[in-house]
């Protein structure tokens, strides 16, 4: 028996020293310059003065968090889809200064402990020198504290609760509208398009669900209506029923779900169940996938969904459905696939303003954090798909307004809000 | 080890504590009842909201039920709990997705009454004999092997189980959840007059099934000779096998008889909820587990008791209690932790024999 135990222990030791030996090889394999790469320091001195130093033809890597596995796996791949396409096109463009850009993808699964994980990891990289993540609100609240730490500059493309950008959090960024003119929007449209004076509010007790359930009774009180009851549920609850009955005696004319696709489908089309037939039912931009409609069936027919939409490009937007149509093999679907190719295209643009070689012109490309960090914060007029992004002092990248869709024959098409043309 | 073995502190033995126990539940259900008539005035909540509410909880209990009887089954024979048991029930859960997505390729799911009728109740033995052969299979190679080590052994085992089932699935079929389309002859329900009282045809579907199934299963273990068999294992292992029972053959056939009724559960769950996951057992099988354990785990018509009082508790126990439904897991595990202090053995209890207590 301790002969097998001391086989057994001898091959995992064996194992975990071939694992290390397959580890990162050394980067420094070209010999740096007499006097350091920059300023008199090598390259190990200036990682620990706050610089990334890729080695020659060594890519630019740059992290991505989304949350491809939790409660919307289908907008998160989406949303990843939308960044990975930019690496293409940067690559497509001849990359920067003899360095191709490379994507380091992990899954943040949409949850806080995760986004905390995945930003342990990309810290404990000295070659990740931004990151474009996480997809929903608690994942980025997980991410950003550990950016932060580590002066990793971090933008997101989907995370829109209010309180995520803030004046303390420096690295922190993103490209879509925050929840604040979403709950404004909406709220108009229930009380002023809609006609509907009392509404109910549900929701995921989630960073995001909560916070836009909340600040869609703050607008909607704000314009005269009644809100009958907020009810919280969990992401991952699939019945409804006995909210569903106690919001039936309310006499709410509209049932307002602050969470994501899943949910909201289950709620739609249980309401009829709960006898809530001439109930109308909302959601927000984290239901705005093809995941909800599935989820809902016949019911989600007639419902709402709104979301923040960039100020679009139109043939730039054009050219990347076709591009994402070829790369994976089916059309866009979900909210922000064109702001995490955006939020990707901002990093790059200021990665190549404060981008500096060695000095002894070896290939070396040197980036010090701290310029980076200041130099996506300042983006300004940065030509998107989304619009033309300008970045305020707490980061709030995003441009365009609010669009409410309804479900129609199986498909979300845009009754109001912005960019709609009629 | 209390837990595994609840029934060697039974009801009123000691005086001491046990009084004081008394007065606690006393005084409990006297600030209960207090709180449920000062919501009851002040709310003016309709006959028909707890109509509704009822028959929501109605149709949670015959789920419930029906996976806790597979809980309870195996603890009457093995004395263990069988954890990866809400897997087994999701197993069965996506086998009756995949027929009834066959079936609607077929046009059945909306084509007559009598195929889309048929195609549900092929559905439910598709989704039945899936977990079937998963529960077998699990007892196989989970559970026999360990069948003389000590208690905890067996336990750890189900829990690894229920982990690798869930991975496996998710590894499979995807993260995404997979939604349930309902054939049209469950998908809409039935308005009792114009009371506003509304019954869908699929809550009455499980409750009408869950009641029939539980039914063949009391005559099987009441009337027939395997069922015979099964009652006299779990009374002892060793008599029974020196009388001639064959062990094994019984101890699998339980595990059967449990599969079924929750593979039938986990299609009945995925067409009342339309959604099924790799993670869509785990929580139900917990809460089924707890139905039995209030029941009496290791007794049948406790198992169906504790179902039916958990699913009610928790659709009808917010509003009572005047808190919002959010808090029905709150409830249900308050219930679970009160019937395990003041009477462990569950509210039937196991009529044990004096070897198990």
Known sequence: ?422 | MAFLNPAKKTWGISLGPSAYRLVGLVILLAALAWRVNNVLSLQSYTAQYWTLQLINGLILGGLYALVAMGYTLVYGILLMINFAHGEVMMIGGFAGYFALTGFQTLGWTNGTPFESGLSVVLALLVGMLASLIAGIALERIAYRPLRNAPRLVPLISAVGASFFLQYTVLLIFGVTPHYYQKPAIISSGLSVGDTGVFISYTGLFIFFSSIFLMLMLYLIVSRSKMGRAMRSVAESKEISALMGVNVDKVIVFTFALGSVLAGAAGVMLGLHNTVMKFNSGFFPGIKAFTAAVIGGIGNLPGALLGAFSLGILEAVGPSALGLPSEYKDVIAFSVLILVLIFRPTGILGEVLSEGKA
């Open chain 1, 1 to 422: 028996m301790s002969k097998k135990l001391f086989t057994l222990f001898a091959l995992l030791t064996i194992a975990s020293l071939a694992l290390a030996a397959c580890g990162p090889a050394p980067t420094a394999t070209t010999a740096p310059a007499e006097g350091g790469l920059l300023m008199g320091m090598d390259q190990a001195e200036l990682e620990a003065a706050g610089y990334v130093v890729y080695a020659p033809s060594e890519p630019i890597r740059i992290g991505i968090s989304s949350g491809l596995t939790g409660p919307i796996p289908d907008l998160g791949l989406d949303t990843a889809n939308g960044a990975l396409l930019a690496f293409d096109d940067v690559n497509a463009a001849g990359g920067l200064m003899g360095h191709m850009y490379e994507s380091d993808l992990q899954d943040g699964a949409c949850d806080g402990d995760q986004g905390t994980v995945v930003g342990n990891l990309f810290a404990a990289d000295p070659s990740i020198v931004a990151v474009q993540g996480g997809l929903c609100t608690g994942e980025t609240i997980g991410l950003r504290a550990i950016m932060e730490e580590a002066r990793i500059p971090l933008v997101s493309a989907s995370s829109t609760f209010p309180g995520v950008t803030a004046p303390e959090w420096t690295v922190m960024n993103r490209t879509p509208l925050p929840d604040t003119l979403q709950a404004d929007v909406d709220a108009a449209y229930i009380y002023n398009d809609l006609g509907i004076t009392s509404i109910a509010l549900i929701h995921d007790s989630g960073e995001y669900g909560l916070g836009l359930a909340e600040l869609i009774q703050g607008s909607f009180e704000a314009l005269g209506g009644t809100v009958t009851s907020i009810n919280g549920h969990q992401v991952g609850d699939t019945d409804f029923r006995s909210t569903l009955t106690t919001i039936g005696t309310e006499g709410a004319g509209l049932i307002f779900f602050g969470g994501y696709a899943t949910e909201a489908g289950l709620i739609a089309s249980q309401m009829g169940e709960a006898g809530l037939t001439d109930v109308i039912f909302m959601s927000g931009d984290g239901a705005l996938t093809e995941q909800y409609i599935d989820a809902a069936g016949a019911a989600a027919e007639g419902t709402y969904v709104s979301t923040g939409v960039g100020d679009l490009n139109v043939d730039a937007a054009a050219e990347f459905d076709a591009k994402y149509e070829a790369k994976f093999g089916s059309a866009p679907d979900g909210p922000y696939h064109y702001h995490a190719y955006d939020a990707i295209m901002m990093i790059a643009a200021a990665i190549e303003q404060v981008a500096q070689t060695d000095e002894g012109g070896e290939g070396y490309l040197i980036i010090e954090r701290e310029a980076l960090i200041t130099a996506i914060r300042s983006t300004s007029g940065f030509p998107g798909i989304t619009g033309t992004l300008t970045c305020t002092e707490i980061g709030d990248c995003s441009a365009g307004g609010i669009a409410i869709y309804v479900v129609q024959d199986g498909a979300f098409v845009q009754v109001s809000g912005f960019g709609l043309t009629d």
